[in-house]
């Protein structure tokens, strides 16, 4: 089944900031072909391939009757793409073959042709992965060692979906209770035939497990989702009803085909009638044809949001025939010379409109000039099929063979060219910038390679900022919209001072009636504490959302902070009732609980929250807090182990549990978990201090003194805590300055009051100190 998924509907849940994230190409599909009843693609009659359904047929995958289940959805109007198969048959058995079929699949035997018995250890980061196959199922391990060999930081994810073919790489998906998808850090690459980290998380301070997937991500990689119609847009959460569709199908660039189909059951309706019922995309006419492809290969930049959904509109709401830049903005960034430089994985759209066939073409050179989308050159004729393309308007004495086979030498990638292999020399594969681990066709089309070694080891860098500008002026928006969406994508860019002033004058003079563009604004004040402008422009973006679960949730947030306790109770109550099973909404009740010191309603909202989405560091960290400040110290510890699990980069935790454990009278496992996080973080001032703590309190005086003298150096070091660790150490060795050490440490901290559990600690250590005789 590839479409619409009969499957009871998730309803809208959690909140995933709008922005783009690098996934490995975007795909789509572009059609031809048309209907005729009379004749399958096996040349029997239509009618023998199968009997119009009856009127139960609802249930039945492509039957008539099947869309009325898709009433309210984004994809109402569409059916089971195996519909087609009945009269289509050869061209959507062609298409199966195609990477676009393969674009998302889930992880069954049959679709894992990887060795799953392997180990990878990620260096960076200090983390193993360990991939097994377990009782049919595909598992991704984490962990990390102790010296000894044990484990620790442990977190198991059985992998649910797989998005690509294998031709570049294949990148892992898992979801939760709530309807989100995460994507794991580990992938497959295609030019290592091996795993290895994902780009994006190559550094030491990777996302893990907790990279969120967005809809504009799966909204590429597969079919459209049954998702509630208007549930596609800013404001609501970033879930998917399961199962997903398996790979992109026949409806992304024809358009829905239930009228189609039921058309083409009543022999009573013309073949041009069942014709005009679904698209035929050749039959569209000029930017419409190229904007089917384009809607899923075309993405100026993917590590910056370079793509957007215009305000109000849904990632989901084109259909074919649509006009893109009246659903989307694509900005693009920097000059000409950094634009044609800069080269990524999905610049496929982007790169081809750079090339003088496209741009000397008057609009007749396209993608499908040279790819048909319901079938794939096999790779021994490859060669031959695009040569043949590019002999439609060049003939061979055109281009110098002598002079790019001399010029091999210089260039490795043109060195073993075979005669005639147009694409090779003037569309050469190369290392893309954004997925460093990927070589791809550059789409771009010059008549002189370039001289530079296009596929030498490249490491991952961060993406190059530059001013945004419209990358299709002469589409869509009038001059006062583009300069607000332009301002925008440069707020998203750097929410600095001179950005949001602009982006402010832009809304003021544009006055659009979305929540998006108000959210933002205020989410830029209040991190540049203008907290009064901040939360009149929450309650506009609300007031613009009435329904949008998470921007009435950020509402509630912010009146909690400026102690308006009722005012964010109302808002959580409002957000309990249109969305009662969203994360956010039992955070909402746990931070009111805790306001009121309700600690176990705040737990049992916590814990819900965890349920839901057991990704949520937040949610475990507020958990743990409630069980310290219950003096739950045992059940604290576990909240902040699970944590680690999650994220085993929060060096907070490890203090946490470590300070916990001094308190219980374990100093020595404190100095083992203190140790873990240290070996991430070695100049990490609070677990430094922590470990002196550790040290004093296992009565382990000379090495306390020395680390106590490390911490001090630290550049972020509490001086206060350093110099109290210090008197402590010096107590411990019978040293006479240790008192008056100590009266220092406790004046600088009378100085500069902290509420840290540290400092709490060591105050009345050496106050009893001084208070002994």
């Known amino acids: 089944m590839r479409h619409c998924m009969r499957t009871p509907i998730a309803r809208p849940l959690p909140f995933v900031s709008v922005r783009f994230v690098a996934l490995v190409l975007l795909v789509a599909v572009s059609g031809s072909g048309g209907c005729d009843r009379e004749q399958t693609a096996a040349g029997t009659p239509a009618a023998a391939a199968g009997a119009p359904p009856s009127a139960d047929a609802g249930a039945t995958p492509g039957g008539v009757a099947a869309v009325v289940q898709n009433v309210g959805l984004v994809t109402e109007g569409y059916v089971d793409d195996d519909a087609c198969t009945a009269c289509h048959r050869e061209a959507v058995e062609s298409f199966q073959q195609s990477g676009m079929s393969r674009t998302l699949v889930p992880a069954t035997p049959e679709n894992i042709f990887e060795d799953w018995q392997k180990d990878y250890y990620h260096e960076a980061s200090k983390r193993h992965y360990e991939m097994r196959e377990r009782d049919g199922g595909f598992y991704i391990t984490r962990y990390q060692k102790t010296p000894d060999g044990a484990r620790f930081n442990v977190l198991e994810r059985r992998v649910e979906y797989v998005i690509g073919s294998g031709a570049h790489s294949r990148t892992y998906l898992y979801t939760n209770e709530a309807g989100e998808i995460y994507q794991f850090p580990i992938a497959w690459h295609a030019e290592l035939g091996d795993f290895a980290m994902h780009n994006g998380f190559t550094q030491a301070n990777h996302r893990g497990f907790g990279r969120r997937v967005q809809r504009q991500c799966i909204g590429c990689h597969t079919a459209y989702t049954d998702v509630p119609d208007g549930s596609d847009v800013f404001g609501h959460p970033h879930v998917f009803p399961h199962p997903l569709p398996h790979g992109i199908g026949c409806q992304r660039c024809h358009g829905g085909g239930a009228e189609h189909i039921r058309l083409a059951h009543d022999m009573d309706v013309s073949n041009e009638a069942v014709r005009a019922a679904i698209v035929n995309p050749p039959e569209l006419t000029g930017q419409t044809h190229e904007d089917l492809c384009l809607q899923c290969h075309m993405e100026p930049a993917s590590r910056i949001p370079s793509v957007s959904t215009r305000f109000g509109e849904g990632w989901f709401a084109f259909q074919p025939g649509d006009s893109l830049a009246d659903q989307r903005f694509y900005a693009n960034f920097g000059d000409e010379t950094m634009q044609r430089q800069r080269f990524e994985a999905n610049h496929h759209g982007y790169r081809m409109r750079m090339s003088k066939c496209y741009t000397e073409s008057a609009g007749a050179f396209t993608c499908t000039t040279c790819h048909n989308p319901h079938d794939r050159p096999a790779p021994e004729r490859r060669i031959e099929y695009y040569r043949e393309k590019c002999y439609g308007c060049h003939a061979i004495d055109e281009c110098d063979l002598e002079s790019m086979q001399a010029a091999g030498a210089s260039m490795p990638f043109v060195a073993d060219v075979a005669a005639d292999d147009c694409a090779s020399c003037h569309m050469p594969l190369r290392r893309a910038h954004d997925l460093v681990h990927e070589l791809n066709t550059d789409h771009w089309i010059r008549r002189e390679p370039p001289s530079e070694d296009l596929l030498a080891p490249r490491s991952e860098e961060p993406p190059l900022i530059a001013p945004a500008s419209d990358y299709w002026p002469e589409r869509g928006l009038d001059p006062v919209q583009r300069a607000l969406h332009v301002a925008l994508i440069d707020l998203q860019l750097g929410a600095n001072p001179a950005n949001t002033e602009r982006f402010a004058r832009a809304l003021e003079e544009a006055k659009p009636t979305a929540a998006r563009p108000y959210f933002y604004l205020a989410s830029a004040y209040q991190r540049q504490g203008r907290s009064a402008e901040a939360l009149e422009l929450f309650r ?227 106050t009893q100190i001084l208070q002994t005789p």
């Open 540 to 766: 506009t973006a609300a007031g613009y959302g009435p329904d949008l679960p998470l921007v009435q949730f950020e509402l509630g947030r912010q009146l909690l902070q400026r102690n308006d306790l009722a005012g964010a109770q109302k808002q959580f109550d409002r957000v309990m009732a249109m969305a009662p099973d969203l994360p956010e909404a039992y955070l909402g009740k746990a931070l009111v609980a805790m306001r009121q010191r309700n600690a176990p309603a705040a737990t049992a909202a916590l814990e819900e929250v965890i349920r839901l989405r057991p990704q949520d560091l937040n949610a475990h960290n507020q958990l743990a807090g409630v069980f310290m400040q219950t003096r739950q110290v045992e059940r604290g510890i576990e909240a902040f182990d699970k944590l680690l699990a999650m994220e085993p980069g929060s060096m907070e935790a490890y203090k946490q549990i470590g300070l916990a454990q001094i308190y219980l009278g374990q100093p020595e496992r404190a100095l083992a978990m203190l140790s873990r996080g240290l070996v991430i973080q070695p100049a990490h001032a609070g677990l430094m201090e922590a470990m002196a703590a550790a040290l004093v309190y296992a009565k382990r005086y000379d090495q306390a003194l020395a680390a106590a003298s490390a911490a001090a150096r630290a550049p972020s070091a509490d001086r206060a805590n350093c110099t109290m660790l210090t008197g402590l150490a010096q107590h411990g060795l019978g040293q006479p300055a240790a008192k008056e050490t100590l009266m220092q440490g406790l004046t600088a901290a009378r100085a500069q009051p902290t509420n840290s559990s540290l400092r709490g600690m060591l105050t009345r250590s050496a």
